[in-house]
């Protein structure tokens, strides 16, 4: 009796989702590199374009009224890494390390956020459901009054969080630096064969979309490539600018966008193509 003989193929990862997808990155380098690297894993190409970075505000070093009181204040509310990260570089230059913050309780929006304390050995003491500033507010004060609360919330300067509680202290402790120049590949890859730009904040869409216009690019990114996102507020400020947004991200961290994003080229993949009878 003849055997059948069996072909092993690599055809598993050709028929992912996302492979062979071209996917411009607009993060920081420094936030990019998971990112990439689960977007390889899915067998996607990434094309890094990071249209931001960050930095200290130096001057807040020597803020004493603030870096020597830090026991002084209830809650802190970190809604960013890079919030944690500079607040963490200015205790350290003060020669503080995380047991200043041993009378805080600490709340983070993100699990990004919280897993960049635990860098510091910090245990978030609240974590919200929906990733915002203001969801944060809303669903903690449901467990707390917060309104008696001395709540310190370190942050980057023109992100204008409204404040939801007079009783919130806005610490301003790094700014963004928005990239003016874009390669001539990046440039041509966008025009010819980007698949989807992904936009992580509003600040960060709304200098895309500057640079669209500077670079002539509007009528490209009219109808392609596809638009994906993170966040309420985010996807809003795309919308309003470029008119669309085709996919946002179910849940607010980079796995929910690439989730979303696999659902929307296998929903795709799996359309039944329309007969026309004759």
């Known amino acids: 009796m003849q055997k059948e003989s069996t072909i092993l193929t690599t055809d598993w990862f050709e028929s992912k989702p996302l492979s062979g997808k071209k996917i411009l990155i607009t993060r920081s380098k420094e936030q990019s590199s998971s990112f990439t690297s689960k977007l390889i894993t899915k067998g996607a190409k990434p094309v890094l374009c990071p249209l931001i970075s960050y930095k200290l505000i130096e001057k807040e070093i020597y803020n004493k009224n603030i870096i020597n009181n830090i026991s002084n204040f209830d809650w802190i509310f970190f809604t960013s890494q890079n919030a944690v990260r500079f607040f963490f570089e200015i205790l350290a230059k003060n020669c503080y390390d995380s047991r200043a913050l041993s009378k805080c309780q600490v709340a983070a929006v993100g699990y990004k956020t919280k897993s960049e304390l635990g860098k510091y050995n910090i245990k978030a003491d609240f974590v919200p459901k929906r990733f915002s500033f203001d969801d944060l507010v809303a669903e903690l004060d449901e467990t707390i009054n917060l309104k008696n609360k001395k709540i310190l919330h370190p942050a980057q300067t023109g992100t204008c969080c409204r404040k939801p509680l007079e009783n919130i202290y806005e610490w301003l402790i790094y700014e963004a630096n928005f990239i003016e120049k874009i390669d ?29 216009e500077k670079y002539n690019l509007a009528e490209v990114c009219r109808d392609m490539p596809l638009l994906a996102t993170i966040g309420d507020e985010t996807s809003g400020v795309v919308k309003q600018l470029f008119g669309r947004v085709d996919i946002i991200a179910e849940s607010f961290t980079e796995d929910g966008l690439i989730e979303s994003m696999e659902k929307y080229y296998a929903k795709d993949k799996f359309k039944i193509p329309s007969t026309s009878s004759s």
Do not use: C, G, P, W
């Open 184 to 212: 001539d590949e990046i440039i041509n890859q966008i025009k010819e064969d980007i698949d989807i730009i992904t936009v992580f904040s509003s600040n960060t869409a709304k200098h895309f979309y500057r640079l669209v």
